[in-house]
């Protein structure tokens, strides 16, 4: 973020606590988009949110607390050293580990004993490349099986988050490669290179962040975290950074009976469309309505399940600095030619970016990821959770009067209503903008900021809703506005 932005939104917000009607206006002067950044975080570490926000174009410092599990799946039963991709869930690891034993075909033995087939991303395969008779494991244990691996953090490890699909499946790369990786990728450098899994653009990838990590961000961090089909990690030092576990060899599997290697086909095959859509799906996107992507071929998982929550769980082994992040949405750019409804860089010319690519390194290179950041993504938790559903009515307008409707908003805002004072708006305002925002939260910071300018907005229609006397229909559309404003996954997904 730059400075200049800062510092008026944290002039804005000093100005908001005794709020006169005139200043009003004044404090909802909010981050240029400031619904999108609040998305951001709200989807941040969430499968099912950041499927329906697939392209991200932010970073975060993160950090993962010593002694946290990790799985790697592969056709060695030897610990990695380097770099290589790690799961947070060992059913992911799992399919990677079957894998090994099922792709390990008739050539091994002509196969480099330096290559090792193991866990990568299936968004890998968005580059069309997968290598099914490519990266053999000439290393591995001929008797048919392979190896699930383990691992504890050996220290709280410093990553950097790139968000939304940053990994696939139906995600795009373009923060990635365009931002971070300064359109090098797929120009790989001559000269030998380390021995890791995966296709030759998400070996690139790893190198190049692993270059990065050493030359210039001189090891202040350790890796990056991705989301895929699972959350993982692309970790430069195994050996340094994790403790074996255990390693454990795995079920062999029936190569012609085995349902990841079916599961594995389909998501390939509906990746290498997404790939001749182009890097990402943002192309088609323009024409689908918002969510409209989420068919068959949508993100797995869903909002409410068991297994959801597992997931949402899962984002918890990773604390995100929410305070201050790197994004793309606060640097003027246009990041929706064409009315795309998610972001897209490709048209960007390189130089735009380049302010981005520098305060992604000054953040780096002068943070430290914190495990005690605040926490915004659990403040914006509350407020969709608590408001989500109602605007989602409001806006459908099925209100056979505007008092009848004024009757349901009043219910909604009774815990912000003095009845002593009842048409103090502003005061209502405050009160319902601040119910989920401590007065001890960072004040001044881009999530602070966003967070509470997404707040206040809600609220402020809410409130006039209430007491601006408006007409059934001009009321409603105000909700109409609202909800398309806010974009939010839950609503989108209705
Ligand atoms: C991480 O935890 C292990 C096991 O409790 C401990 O031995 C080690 O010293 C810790 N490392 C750091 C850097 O805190
Ligand atoms: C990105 O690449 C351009 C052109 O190769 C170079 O001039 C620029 O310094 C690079 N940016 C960073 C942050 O490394
Ligand atoms: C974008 O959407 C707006 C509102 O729906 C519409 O008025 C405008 O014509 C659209 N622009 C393009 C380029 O499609
Ligand atoms: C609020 O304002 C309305 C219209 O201005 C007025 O009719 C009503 O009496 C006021 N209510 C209270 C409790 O002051």
Redesign the pocket.
């Known amino acids: 973020m730059r400075c200049t932005e800062k510092l008026i939104w944290a002039l804005s917000l000093l100005a908001s606590p005794s709020l006169s009607h005139s200043h009003i206006d004044a404090a909802d002067v909010s981050p240029t988009n400031a619904n999108h950044i609040f998305n951001a975080i709200h989807s941040a570490l969430r499968h099912w949110e950041s499927g329906i926000k697939h392209n991200g174009v932010s970073f975060f410092l993160a950090s993962v607390p ?2 946290t599990q990790f799985y790697h799946g592969t056709g060695s039963s030897q610990p990695i050293n380097g770099i290589e991709w790690l799961a947070f869930v060992p059913e992911h690891a799992l399919g990677f580990a079957h894998r090994s034993e099922w792709r390990r075909p008739h050539n091994e033995r002509k196969r480099s004993v330096t290559f090792q087939e193991s866990q990568h991303p299936l968004a890998s395969i968005v580059d069309g490349q997968d290598h099914t008779d490519g990266t053999i494991d000439g290393a591995s244990d001929l008797a048919g099986h392979g190896y699930l691996h383990i691992y504890a953090a ?3 490890l410093r990553l950097l988050y790139v968000d939304g699909m940053s990994a696939g499946p139906r995600g795009s790369m373009q923060s990635q490669d365009r931002i971070l990786f300064n359109d090098t990728i797929g120009h790989p450098k001559p000269g030998p290179k380390p021995p890791i899994g995966g296709p030759p653009r998400e070996q690139e990838r790893a190198i190049e962040a692993c270059r990065m990590v050493k030359e210039v961000w001189g090891e202040r961090i350790d890796g990056l975290v991705r989301t895929e089909q699972g959350f993982e990690i692309i970790l430069c030092e195994f050996s340094r950074d994790l403790d074996v576990v255990h390693i454990s060899q795995t079920k062999p599997q029936d190569k012609t009976n085995s349902d990841d290697e079916k599961k594995y086909k389909s998501q390939r095959k509906a990746q290498n469309k997404a790939d001749t859509d182009g890097e990402g799906s943002h192309k088609q996107d323009h024409k689908s309505k918002p969510g409209g992507h989420r068919g068959s071929r949508g993100p797995q998982g869903d909002c409410c399940s068991l297994a959801a929550r597992h997931n949402q769980l899962i984002g918890h082994k990773v604390r995100l600095d929410f305070d201050e992040f790197v994004t793309a949405y606060t640097y003027d750019l246009d990041l929706f030619p064409n009315n795309a409804s998610q972001p897209v860089l490709e048209h960007i010319p390189t130089e735009q970016v380049e302010p981005i690519r520098r305060d992604i390194n000054h953040m780096i290179n002068t943070m430290e990821p914190s495990a005690y950041a605040f926490d915004w993504q659990a403040v914006a938790d509350m407020i969709v959770t608590r408001y989500s559903d109602e605007l989602d009515v409001l806006a459908k307008g099925h209100f056979a009067s505007a008092t009848l409707l004024r009757e349901r908003l009043e219910k909604l805002l009774e815990p912000f209503l003095d009845y002593s004072d009842f048409n103090a708006s502003d005061a209502v305002v405050d009160r319902c903008q601040n119910e989920f925002i401590t007065h001890t939260a960072p004040v001044g910071t881009l999530g602070g900021s966003v967070v509470r300018s997404v707040s206040r907005r809600v609220c402020s229609t809410l409130v006039s809703g209430l007491f601006d006397r408006m007409d059934l229909d001009k009321t409603v559309v105000s909700f109409g506005e609202l909800v398309s404003f806010l974009g939010w996954a839950t609503l989108e997904s209705k």
């Open positions: 010593n002694g050996a220290k709280d």
